[in-house]
C-alpha cells in the first residue's frame, strides 16, 4: 500500500483589527507507490535484442517502488468582512518532484531499461501561485466580487511518439532529454 507522511507547521498573526497574515510550511513524502515495470525487457537493452520470454511483448509488475516529495510555503493575507467588504491575498513557493511520470498514484514506466529517466519534477509541479479575491457589498444588498489566479507554467515531457527502444509503447523520451524537462528558465541547457 501506498504510505504517505505529512508535516505542516503554520504561524497567523494579526496586522490590524480584521486583518491577518498566515504562514504555512508543509512537507508531503509518499513512498511505496505503485508502478508498473516491465519484466519481460530485452537482454543488453538493445532494442533489437531477444526478451527474456520472447512469445510475450511487455509484461508489467506492480511494484511498490514510486517515490514523491512535495514541499510548500503558503503566505495569505486577508482582510474578513467589515465595513461592506472583505479580501484575500494567497501566494504559494512549491516543489514536487519524485519517479512518478504521470504525477498519479499508479503509473508505468516510461522506460524500463532507463528508470532514472523518470526522476525529477511531478506533471503537477507548479513553481509559483498567486490567488487575489475581494467582494464589496454594494447598496440594495447587491455584491460585488472578483477572483483573480495565476500558476506558473507546468512542465512537459519530450516524447518521441515512435518505438526507439522496441517495447510496443511509443512513450519513449527524445534521446538525451527527461521527464518534466520543458517550460522552466532551464529549457536552453538541453
Known amino acids: ?21 498566515h504562514v504555512d510550511g508543509v512537507y508531503t513524502r509518499m513512498t ?7 519484466i519481460n525487457r530485452r537482454a543488453g537493452d538493445v ?15 506492480i511494484q511498490s517502488i514510486g517515490e ?24 504559494t513557493l512549491a516543489d514536487s518532484s519524485g519517479d512518478l511520470p504521470g504525477g498519479a498514484t499508479t503509473f508505468r514506466v516510461t522506460q524500463a531499461e532507463l528508470p532514472d529517466l523518470d526522476e525529477g519534477p511531478t506533471s503537477s509541479d507548479r513553481r509559483h501561485a498567486i490567488a487575489a ?26 516524447t518521441a511518439g515512435v518505438d526507439l527502444n522496441a517495447d510496443a509503447n511509443i512513450t519513449d523520451y527524445v534521446p538525451g532529454t527527461t521527464r518534466s524537462a520543458f517550460n522552466r528558465s532551464d529549457n536552453e541547457s538541453l
Open 68 to 91: 514523491v516529495d512535495y514541499k510548500a510555503l503558503l503566505v495569505r493575507l486577508e482582510k474578513r468582512f467589515d465595513q461592506r467588504y472583505m479580501y484575500g491575498f494567497s501566494y
Open 1 to 21: 500500500n501506498l504510505e504517505s507522511h505529512a508535516y505542516t507547521v503554520g504561524l497567523s498573526q494579526e496586522l490590524w483589527p480584521s486583518v491577518a497574515i
Open 32 to 38: 511505496k507507490v505503485p508502478t508498473a515495470v516491465d
Open 47 to 61: 532494442p533489437t535484442a531477444p526478451r527474456a520470454r520472447p512469445q510475450f511483448q511487455r509484461i508489467n509488475q
Open 133 to 158: 479575491s475581494g467582494s464589496v457589498l454594494l447598496p440594495a444588498d447587491i455584491t460585488l466580487s472578483g477572483v483573480f489566479s495565476y500558476r506558473s507554467t507546468i512542465r512537459f515531457s519530450a
